[in-house]
């Protein structure tokens, strides 16, 4: 069975997630409950350089909670994103729909 670890630090002004593992169909809920929760009251950080898998459940929390966060007033990064995450953002069509930082310096 696939995995996922989600760690959760407090910023300045941010929530930063560490992912680990594979967001998919059976780990996916977590994820989903903690990042809608957070991006309606902070920004949210999503250190993803150690996401192995992500399906369209994955990427379908991702776009909702880029949405969710705008109409809070609020931004969603992907720091660090892991390659087949970045290719999983690019092939749906929707990569100017994310801000993609290297470092938490770049939240705002």
Not at 27 to 43: D, G, I, M, P, W
Not at 59 to 72: P, Q
Not at 90 to 96: I, K, L, P, Q
């Amino acid at each position: 069975m696939d995995n996922i670890s989600i760690l959760e630090k407090e910023g300045a002004n941010y929530v930063l997630l560490e992912i680990a593992g594979t967001i998919n169909s059976y780990t996916y809920t977590e994820f989903q409950s903690r990042a809608y929760a957070l991006v309606k009251k902070t920004n949210l950080v999503l250190d993803m350089s150690k996401v192995v898998n992500i399906s369209s459940a994955g990427l379908g929390v991702l776009i909702a909670a880029s949405e969710d966060a705008r109409d809070s007033g609020f931004k969603m990064y992907i720091m660090n994103p892991a390659e087949i995450v970045r290719a999983a953002i690019e092939s749906t069509g929707f990569r100017e729909m994310f801000t993609i930082i290297h470092s938490l310096t770049e939240v705002l």
